[in-house]
C-alpha cells in the first residue's frame, strides 16, 4: 500500500480519539518469517526466541501476543515442505512458560474446537488464566480435514458442515464449564476448616450433537472468569460465529477500503445479537517495512521480499495453483505456458488452499505478469511477500491511526518478518510515534486483565 | 533391574507436591497457604525450596476430574482441598523460575490426545532447558469417562483391582494400562520424529529443513493411531524422562517396557522383596522400550517433627482435624528426621535408585525433608551427582538416548515396534 505522511488523522471533536489495540504475532511457519540471512538464524523453538518476543512486545505495550498453530508438518507434492521455517512448541504449553516472564501482556493461542475436547481444554485454559492472572486467550479454529486427523484420535470424523456448530457448542459447554464454581467458592477457612462454601462447585451436565459433557470443573473461576475469545473466520459462517461468540476478530482485511467494508459489516451484525459495538474488536493482519525514508524502506521492502521467496520458493508457490511439478521452469523466466491441473487435494497440503478456480487465477496471473513483464518470482513476490505499510516510522504510525479513526479497524495484529528480533524494531520506531498522538497507552493499567487492556466489557 | 553396586550407587529423591500437602487436613496448618493453590507463586516457592537443596526432581499431582475421598465419584465434602491447576502447564510455568530441578507433571493418558501430550512434554523440555519430565497416569473412573462422553467404564474396586481377583475390573485394567503403553510409545516415536540435526538453514538450496530427517512415526494400536512427526523438534533431553507410579502387575509391565522410573509402595522389607521379585517378572515378560534399564524408586509420605512422640502426635492432631485417620497407597512416616534418613538409607542398602517423598505437610515437611532429611543423606555419601550435570536426565545418570530414527529411510519404520 501506498503511504503518505500527510494523511491526517480526523480532527472532529465529535468523538473522543479512538485507541489503538496492538497484537504481535510470532513469527510464523510459512515464507514470510525470513531465514535466509545470518542476521535471523535464532532458533525458532528455543525458549530464548519466545522470551525475546514476548517481552519486546511488553516493553511496546502491546493488547496481545498471538501463536499461530498447525496440528501437521504441510507437505508438497506429498513429501514434507522444507523450503520454509518449520516446527513449533505445544501452544499452550509455551503460552504458561511465557507467562512466567511477562506481566501485562495478553497470551493468545490458537487451538483447534475440532481436535481438542472441551472439558479438557476448558481447563487448560482456566489454568493459564490462573497461571497469567487473567492474561489467557483463545484463537478459535475449525480445522477438521483427514489430513490433520491423522495425528489424532477420532481421524476424520468432522464434516466439514458442521465445525462451526461444533465450534459454537464447544465454546457453550466450555463456558459452562468456567462459570461452574461460584464466585467465592473456596473459602479455606483454616478456623472453621471449611475449604470450600457449601454448593460452591455447579454439576455441568451437557448433552448435544457434538459433546455429551457431565462433571464438575477443577478449577475455582479464572481472574478474567472466562478467557478472551477471537476468531479468525471470514466466511458467511465464520462471521456469523463471530458476531455470537468473538471478541476479537483476527481478519485478512487489512487494505482501508476493504477493511471498512469488513468492519461496517461485522460491527453491523452485532446489534442484532444484542452486543455493543464495542464488544468486539477488528484487528486486521498486517506486515511493515521501515525506513529512515519512504525510498529506503521500498528499498527494504525489496530486499526482504527476495529473502521470502526464493527462487525454490516461488516455484512451489505457483506449483500450488498449477497442481503440478513445475521444477523445470526458471524462477527468472516467465509464467508457464501450460495450464494448471485440476486435482481434488491440491499439491500443497497442511495450510488454507485457494479455494477459486486454479484456471482463473492462472489467467489472471498471465495476464498481470506479461502487462508488467514480471518474472515467476516478481509475480509471487506481488503475492506472498506483499508488506501491508512500507514507509517512515511517522507514515506507518499515522496509517494504522487512520485505519483505527476511520473505522478500518481497532489496531493491527503486527507479524514481523524475522524470529524473534522483527518486532524490536516496531517498538523502538512506531509505538513512540503512535504514543505522541494519544492513540496509544503509555503503560499498562497495573493488574489488568486481557479483556481490561483490550477494552472489552467484563 | 538395574545392575547395581548398592553401596556406591548415587540415591535420587524427588518431591511430590500436591495442594498444601498430602493429609487432608493439611492446609489448616499454620504455615498452609491453602488461598494460594491457585496462584503460581505458591509453587514457585516450593519448587525453589526443593532445588536449592539439591533434589533431583519434582512431581505433581494431576487428575482428569476434581479430586475426592475414594476412588468413587466426585464427594459433597467441603473440608478437603478440591481444584488443581493444569499439571503440565503449571510445570512448564515453573520452569523459567528453575535452572535445575527436573520438573515431572503428572499427565493422563485415558482421555487425552497422545499428539498433544508428545508436543506438550516436549515443550517443558524446551522451556525447562532439559529437565522436563512426565508422570504417566491411566484414569478409570467412570465420572471421568463422563467428562468426554464417549466411553463408560464399570466402578473402579480399587481392593479388587490390586489383588486381581475380578475378570472385568482386570480387563479394564489392562485396556487402560495398554492405552497408556501405546500413549508413551506415541510420545517416545514423536519425540525421535525430528532428528537432532533436521534443521539445516541452506540457502543455496533454499531448504530450511533437511526432509529426509523428519519422520512418520506411523502409530496404529488398538485405540488410536497417530501419523506424525511431531510439529515439535526434538525436545533439548531427546526423550524426556518418563515416571510410573504402579502397585500392581498390570502397571508394573507398562513401567519395566515404557518407564525411565517405576515408583513402588513396599510397607516393609517383605514386601519390598515380592514387588522386586514381580518387577522381574515383568522384566521377562515384555519388551523394553526406554533406552536405559529401569530405574526403581520406593515412595513414601514424610511429617517430620523433633521427637518420635512428637511427630506421631501431629499426626494424630492432623487426624482429628479431619476426622479420621489417613491412609494411604504408600508407606507413612511419621518420625524424625533421623529416622527418616535411616529408612531411606535401608532403601537404598536394598538396591532401591531413589525415593518419591510425598510432604504430609506443605511447605513444613518439604522445609524439614530439605533442612534435615538431605544432610543426613548427604553426610552418609549416598548423595553424589554429576557435577557437570545440565539435564535431568544427566542429573539422574541417564544416558542421551539415541535416535530411534538416525540412519533410516522411510522404508525401514515398518521395522520398528509397538510397545506391546
Partial sequence: MTLTSDAPAPTSTERPLKQVHLAAHFPGVNNTTVWRDNSNAASQIAFSSFKHFAQNAERGKFDFLFLAEGLRLREHKGLIHDLDVVGRPNTLAVLAGIAAVTRHIGLVGTLSSTFNEPYELARQLASLDHLSGGRAGWNIVTTFDAFHGENFRRGAFLDGGDRYTRAEEFVAVARQLWDAWAADAVLADKATGEFLAEDAIGVVDHHGAQFDVTGFPTLPQSPQGRPVIVQAGDSADGRGFASRTAEVIFSRHSGFDDGQKFYTDVKGRLAAEGRHRDSLKILPAATFILGDTEAEARERSRETALLQVSPQTAIAFLEQVWGTDLGGYDPDGPLPEIDPVSTDQGVTRGRVRHDSDPAAIARGWRTLAEAEGLSIRDLVIRFAANHTFVGTPVQVAETINRHVQEDASDGFVIVGSSNPTGLDEFVDRVIPELQERGVYRTDYDQGATLRHTLGLPD | ?420
Avoid: C
Fill in chain 2, 1 to 420: 533391574m538395574t545392575a547395581r553396586s548398592p553401596h556406591t550407587a548415587p540415591f535420587h529423591l524427588g518431591i511430590a507436591l500436591d495442594g498444601a500437602g498430602w493429609h487432608p487436613a493439611a492446609w489448616r496448618e499454620p504455615d498452609a497457604r491453602p488461598g494460594e493453590l491457585f496462584d503460581l507463586a505458591y509453587w514457585v516457592d516450593l519448587v525453589q525450596i526443593a532445588e536449592a537443596a539439591g533434589i533431583d526432581l519434582v512431581t505433581f499431582e494431576d487428575a482428569f476430574g476434581l479430586q475426592s475421598a475414594g476412588f468413587g465419584g466426585v464427594d459433597s465434602r467441603r473440608d478437603e482441598v478440591r481444584g488443581r491447576l493444569d499439571a503440565l502447564l503449571l510445570a512448564t510455568a515453573i520452569a523459567p523460575h528453575t535452572t535445575r530441578i527436573g520438573l515431572v507433571p503428572t499427565v493422563t493418558t485415558t482421555h487425552t490426545e497422545p499428539f498433544h501430550v508428545g508436543t506438550a512434554t516436549a515443550t517443558l523440555d524446551y522451556v525447562s532447558e532439559g529437565w522436563g519430565g512426565w508422570r504417566v497416569q491411566v484414569s478409570g473412573r467412570a465420572h471421568e469417562a463422563a467428562h468426554v462422553g464417549r466411553r463408560s467404564f464399570p466402578a473402579l474396586d480399587p481392593a479388587a483391582v490390586v489383588a486381581g481377583t475380578d475378570p472385568a475390573q482386570t480387563a479394564l485394567i489392562e485396556q487402560l494400562f495398554g492405552e497408556a503403553a501405546d500413549t508413551v510409545e506415541v510420545a517416545r516415536r514423536l519425540w525421535d520424529s525430528w532428528e537432532h540435526d533436521a534443521v539445516i538453514r541452506d540457502v543455496p538450496t533454499g531448504r530450511f529443513l533437511d526432509r529426509d530427517k523428519v519422520h512418520y512415526i506411523d502409530f496404529a494400536g488398538d485405540t488410536f493411531t497417530v501419523k506424525g512427526p511431531s510439529i515439535t523438534p526434538r525436545p533439548p533431553q531427546g526423550q524426556p524422562v518418563v515416571f510410573a507410579l504402579a502397585h500392581q502387575k498390570v502397571p508394573y509391565e507398562l513401567a519395566t517396557a515404557s518407564a525411565d522410573i517405576v515408583g513402588i509402595t513396599p510397607r516393609d522389607d517383605a514386601h519390598l522383596a515380592r514387588i522386586l521379585e514381580q518387577l522381574a517378572d515383568a522384566a521377562a515378560t515384555v519388551i523394553r522400550t526406554a533406552s536405559e534399564p529401569l530405574r526403581v524408586w520406593s515412595e513414601a509420605v514424610i511429617l517430620i517433627e523433633d521427637s518420635p512422640d512428637q511427630a506421631r502426635a501431629a499426626l494424630a492432631r492432623l487426624d482429628a482435624a479431619h476426622g479420621g485417620t489417613y491412609t494411604s497407597d504408600t508407606v507413612i512416616l511419621a518420625d524424625t528426621a533421623a529416622n527418616v534418613a535411616a529408612q531411606l538409607l535401608a532403601w537404598h542398602d536394598a538396591g532401591l535408585d531413589g525415593v518419591r517423598l510425598r510432604p504430609a505437610r506443605l511447605p513444613a515437611d518439604l522445609v524439614r525433608i530439605t533442612t534435615e532429611v538431605v544432610p543426613a543423606l548427604a553426610a552418609a555419601g549416598v548423595l553424589d551427582r554429576p557435577a557437570d550435570a545440565d539435564t535431568l536426565r544427566a542429573r539422574l545418570g541417564l544416558g542421551l538416548p539415541e535416535n530411534r530414527y538416525a540412519g533410516t529411510t522411510p522404508a525401514h519404520l515398518d521395522l520398528i515396534g509397538s510397545a506391546r
